[in-house]
């Protein structure tokens, strides 16, 4: 759930760990730029938290390293530029190279 | 080796439920001599610590086999606080906190923060997650 | 001098966070033995326009990120948002700010 | 040396984005639905059986009824010790 995956780099943000975070396959959606909220379309309450708005949090929280596949934007037929906090688009090669420079890797 | 296991998925998930293949990874690691640092249980997985789940006769009862996986071993369990209280998965004392009739986590599991997941990974040599 | 308060949970949380006013915003810290002055105000207003902006209340790391980037105060540290609001400084401002209650996962 | 960690079948996102992020030194490990892979032709499965670089989990294979079809089946000792050898990592659902 991309909820609580953005939760818990938000928590190792908090904690001061050095991460990367990557948005691969359907998780992009989570960095639309043109999401709203419920109560900005309808009705004054809020039926969710508002994912975006949370997702831009993640430098206060110290996590500058964000990336996405070029592969899944091109499968998507999305712009980098539609994206929210610019994050680098990686080809799988360079992805496969992240994933193995990494002591540990969390999937949501 | 030092092992924490994430398990995210629930014992009766929509699609394949990866439950069972945590529990018997968790089993197989402590018989060949390894240990656990602590079994984080996040989204649909703190379902597999809710005390008030009936499993159908003749099948394998997850949550009284992961209880009884911790107890014996003494295993450092921990169910997300608010992955739990958003499914309904709480303890006595969040229960109260929230204003809710009862308690339903199994057995001696914590119910604690993200922090713990973080300390996890950065402690443990092996971090494996069923999702 | 006392401000009726509307309702809150039993540990002290507005129930709706709608009910928020200035005035309500002293009596909780009265209630937590805080009289508030410009020094509070000033991280109670970067709060409410931190969870405006990100729909979350934040943990001491980031609000202190955010106060020194809104307020240019760089000397701002965990210290002192302990000398205002002592305990844990980020629930304590959150519940006073009329942010909703915490998860208690961040 | 990352370990792949792949437990939904074919249809999922999750095994093409698995296939397509596996290193030349990495190992993918099949559990619950993913040894379904194991009744795929595609050639990315086809190079990781011809490297032995393909395991899956005895258990989940039989009681799904796919054979190894030449990939190492073995029991979760065995993924334990491949855990062990391989570092990070990495789960696909």
């Given at each position: 759930?991309?909820?609580?995956?953005?939760?818990?780099?938000?928590?190792?943000?908090?904690?001061?760990?050095?991460?990367?975070?990557?948005?691969?396959?359907?998780?992009?959606?989570?960095?639309?730029?043109?999401?709203?909220?419920?109560?900005?379309?309808?009705?004054?309450?809020?039926?969710?938290?508002?994912?975006?708005?949370?997702?831009?949090?993640?430098?206060?929280?110290?996590?500058?390293?964000?990336?996405?596949?070029?592969d899944?934007?091109?499968?998507?037929?999305?712009?980098?530029?539609?994206?929210?906090?610019?994050?680098?688009?990686?080809?799988?090669?360079?992805?496969?190279?992240?994933?193995?420079?990494?002591?540990?890797?969390?999937?949501? | 080796?030092?092992?924490?296991?994430?398990?995210?998925?629930?014992?009766?998930?929509?699609?394949?439920?990866?439950?069972?293949?945590?529990?018997?990874?968790?089993?197989?690691?402590?018989?060949?001599?390894?240990?656990?640092?602590?079994?984080?249980?996040?989204?649909?997985?703190?379902?597999?610590?809710?005390?008030?789940?009936?499993?159908?006769?003749?099948?394998?009862?997850?949550?009284?086999?992961?209880?009884?996986?911790?107890?014996?071993?003494?295993?450092?369990?921990?169910?997300?606080?608010?992955?739990?209280?958003?499914?309904?998965v709480?303890?006595?004392?969040?229960?109260?906190?929230?204003?809710?009739?009862?308690?339903?986590?199994?057995?001696?599991?914590?119910?604690s923060?993200?922090?713990?997941?973080?300390?996890?990974?950065?402690?443990?040599?092996?971090?494996i997650?069923?999702? | 001098?006392?401000?009726?308060?509307?309702?809150?949970?039993?540990?002290?949380?507005?129930?709706?966070?709608?009910?928020?006013?200035?005035?309500?915003?002293?009596?909780?810290?009265?209630?937590?033995?805080?009289?508030?002055?410009?020094?509070?105000?000033?991280?109670?207003d970067?709060?409410?326009?931190?969870?405006?902006?990100?729909?979350?209340?934040?943990?001491?790391?980031p609000?202190?990120?955010?106060?020194?980037?809104?307020?240019?105060?760089?000397?701002?540290?965990?210290?002192?948002?302990?000398?205002?609001?002592?305990?844990?400084?980020?629930?304590?401002?959150?519940?006073?700010?009329?942010?909703?209650?915490?998860?208690?996962?961040? | 040396?990352t370990?792949?960690?792949?437990?939904?079948?074919p249809?999922?996102?999750?095994?093409?984005?698995?296939?397509?992020?596996?290193?030349?030194?990495?190992?993918?490990?099949?559990?619950?639905?993913?040894?379904?892979?194991?009744?795929?032709?595609?050639?990315?499965?086809?190079?990781?059986?011809?490297?032995?670089?393909?395991?899956?989990?005895?258990?989940?294979?039989?009681?799904?009824?796919?054979?190894?079809?030449?990939?190492?089946?073995?029991?979760e000792?065995?993924?334990?010790?491949?855990?062990?050898?391989?570092?990070?990592?990495?789960?696909?659902?």
């Amino acid at each position: 759930m991309g909820r609580e995956g953005l939760e818990a780099a938000l928590a190792a943000g908090a904690f001061d760990q050095n991460m990367a975070i990557l948005f691969l396959g359907e998780a992009i959606w989570q960095l639309l730029s043109t999401q709203q909220t419920a109560s900005n379309v309808a009705s004054d309450h809020h039926s969710q938290k508002n994912h975006l708005k949370m997702t831009n949090a993640l430098p206060l929280f110290g996590i500058d390293q964000i990336y996405t596949s070029q592969d899944d934007l091109n499968d998507f037929s999305l712009q980098l530029e539609e994206l929210a906090l610019s994050p680098t688009a990686l080809w799988p090669s360079e992805l496969t190279a992240l994933m193995s420079n990494a002591k540990t890797i969390l999937s949501f | 080796m030092l092992f924490t296991l994430v398990i995210h998925s629930g014992p009766y998930s929509q699609t394949s439920s990866t439950s069972l293949n945590a529990l018997n990874f968790a089993k197989a690691l402590l018989k060949e001599g390894h240990t656990i640092h602590r079994l984080f249980f996040y989204g649909d997985g703190v379902f597999n610590l809710n005390a008030q789940m009936v499993t159908p006769q003749g099948e394998i009862d997850l949550p009284k086999a992961w209880h009884t996986l911790i107890e014996d071993h003494s295993i450092d369990s921990v169910v997300c606080i608010a992955a739990g209280a958003r499914r309904g998965v709480l303890n006595d004392s969040e229960a109260k906190r929230h204003q809710k009739d009862s308690g339903n986590l199994l057995g001696s599991s914590d119910l604690s923060g993200l922090g713990q997941l973080i300390e996890a990974a950065a402690t443990s040599e092996r971090v494996i997650t069923f999702g | 001098m006392t401000t009726p308060l509307p309702p809150v949970d039993p540990e002290g949380f507005l129930c709706d966070t709608n009910d928020w006013t200035k005035p309500i915003a002293q009596q909780l810290a009265l209630n937590e033995g805080i009289t508030l002055t410009d020094a509070h105000w000033e991280v109670l207003d970067s709060l409410r326009a931190f969870y405006q902006e990100f729909d979350l209340a934040p943990a001491m790391r980031p609000l202190i990120r955010y106060l020194k980037l809104h307020l240019n105060k760089h000397d701002i540290n965990s210290l002192y948002l302990l000398s205002l609001f002592p305990g844990s400084p980020a629930k304590l401002a959150a519940k006073i700010a009329g942010l909703p209650k915490p998860e208690n996962c961040l | 040396m990352t370990i792949h960690i792949l437990s939904k079948s074919p249809q999922h996102a999750a095994y093409k984005s698995c296939l397509q992020h596996v290193g030349p030194q990495d190992i993918v490990m099949l559990i619950n639905d993913g040894v379904y892979a194991l009744k795929t032709t595609d050639a990315a499965v086809q190079e990781l059986l011809d490297d032995n670089r393909l395991f899956a989990l005895q258990h989940d294979a039989t009681v799904r009824g796919v054979t190894a079809n030449g990939a190492s089946l073995i029991d979760e000792a065995g993924f334990v010790a491949l855990t062990c050898e391989h570092s990070p990592s990495q789960s696909w659902f």
